[in-house]
């Protein structure tokens, strides 16, 4: 497979060409290949050269109707699927989705830009990353909603690596005429793996990939996905990304997106195939020492810390005297992120640490679940509405401001908009937060 960016920057750093042009390092050092939308280099947001041959490249890795790069990571490709979806609504209507509750507060910043609202789906599964949702809860939802919703928004994986059953779900939203809307930020690598489980391949009308987050790809390289049937939508893909987007995007981050076409293109997939092994080997072995581990991603390890008999945090700080750095802890999950590019001293060093460890009796401490909140007023008019700080103790019946959240996971515990009740105290203090912002002067807001 061809690298129109890579050769482009390639040939322009070797030609001696004076740069008269941003940006201000000039191509010195390790910056050679850094360049802004020069003659040759296309536009990201109104690409017709390089880039979108390059994009051409990944739609059909990925096998879309179009694939488009992010330089600014899956929270520009959210905010642009959410404006594409609305942009479908009755005229005169505002927009309209039924959410997954554990979504990144991309998704909120996202409906507050279209001044949206949200039908929440909550589940039994407690911890705030976690929300199990159905083909019979996507039933639900869309038949709950005052009208047919813009959008049905999961997240799948999620952070504790889950992944929901989007085949039965997209064929819910295909029949109500609803396009399923995917948050794949952990899963751009299921498109490659012996059986494709990407969402898009799995009947999803548009997700977003998080390519960096588990692709060889720099921090900030994602792309949008829009799936064939949902062809409709890519005529205002590039306006949608364009309205939330730098214009000066990371030519270092397209060089990488394109540079991993034609490693996709080119692996034979054996690297990989044999991380997947290792996950699955290392969740067995867990098991029998009696290590929980939960979820079902293939190149995700999240132990189970209260049922394996520790704090998360504890289990965190134990890997790190081994020399491992996990991806995420709290105190009740510990998760590890696996693929092909760790090395064999990597995957070898997991192992021993796994081996040195043994389960306890499990702590009996039940997860707490994410507070159903009531509206006080909409995402919108709370994010920018007039806010102050509080400690927690102080925050009852106060309307949240900005979602409250710690990155990552980057999944509000409240949203924009929610009144604080007890439930909501008590996560904060579960998950350390000791202070909330809330709305100025919402207690007169709420006497009316």
Known sequence: MNTPIV???????????ARMHMPGHKGSGEYSFDITEIKGADELYSAKGIIAESENNASSLFGTAHSYYSAEGSTLAIKAMLTLAASQRPQGERPLFA??????KAFVYGVAMLDGDVEWLYSKDGHICKCTVTAEDAENA?????????????TSPDYLGNIADIKGIAEVCDRHGVPLLVDNAHGAYL??????????????SMCTDSAHKTLPVLTGGAYLHIAKKAEHFCGRARSA?????????????????????????????????????????????????????????????????CASGYDGNELAEYFRNMGIEPEFCDRDFTVFMVNEFNSDRELDLLSKAFECLEGRTPINRPFVRTPKGLVGMSIREALFAPSETVDIELAEGRISAQPTVSCPPAVPIVI?????????????????LTQVDVVKNDNLRLQK
């Open 191 to 204: 498109a490659f793996l012996e059986e494709n489980i990407h969402p898009i391949s799995l009947g999803a």
């Open 142 to 154: 869309i038949k709950k909603c005052r009208r047919k919703p813009d959008g049905l928004y999961i």
């Open 241 to 305: 990304l364009a309205m939330y987007a730098s214009t000066s995007p990371s030519y270092l981050i397209l060089r990488s997106l394109d540079a991993c076409n034609r490693y996709l293109a080119e692996s034979d997939g054996k690297r990989r195939n044999l991380a997947v092994k290792c996950v699955k080997n290392a969740r067995e072995k867990l098991a029998k020492k009696h290590i929980v581990t939960e979820g079902d991603e293939p190149l995700k390890i999240v132990i189970n810390a």
């Open 99 to 104: 959410a997954a509750r554990n979504v990144h």
């Open 416 to 432: 924009s908009g929610e009144i604080i009740d007890k439930e909501c105290i008590k996560a904060f203090a579960h998950y350390g």
């Open 7 to 17: 050769d482009f920057l390639h040939s322009y750093a070797e030609s001696g060409t």
